[in-house]
Nanobody, 125 residues
Framework: VQLQASGGGLVQAGGSLRLSCAAS????????MGWFRQAPGKEREFVAA????????YYADSVNGRFTISRDNAKNTVYLQQNSLKPEDTAAYYC???????????????????WGQGTQVTVSS
């Protein structure tokens, strides 16, 4: 599967953005999906994940209550709604897909097989 992230930009603190990740391929609806971010000089970190059906969602503590992950399997797209943005949210954001497999910890940010290119989010103070 190929992934294409978009929707990043420059926003003031307290503002909102919605990131999108469009996927190619008919198997999209079978993949668990995640969003990650990487700030300059820092390691990539897990942000949020959603199950293949959309029925389960998981968030990093740093974004819980401010970000919402969702998906539309009919459109082969996963979203990340970002509200109450803070300067520390500034990073390149990546979407990723995890094949369904037993024992995978995709909900915690592990076991992802496919990655999209990043979309930059910059939050000014």
């Amino acid at each position: 599967v190929q992934l294409q992230a978009s929707g990043g930009g420059l926003v003031q603190a307290g503002g909102s953005l919605r990131l999108s990740c469009a996927a190619s391929g008919r198997a999209f609806s079978s993949y668990n999906m995640g969003w990650f971010r990487q700030a300059p000089g820092k390691e990539r970190e897990f942000v949020a994940a959603i199950s293949w059906s959309g029925g389960s969602t998981y968030y990093a503590d740093s974004v819980n209550g401010r970000f919402t992950i969702s998906r539309d399997n009919a459109k082969n797209t996963v979203y990340l709604q970002q509200n109450s943005l803070k300067p520390e949210d500034t990073a390149a954001y990546y979407c990723a897909a995890a094949r369904p497999r037993g024992g995978s910890s995709w909900y915690a940010g592990y076991g992802y097989d496919f990655w999209g290119q990043g979309t930059q989010v910059t939050v000014s103070s």
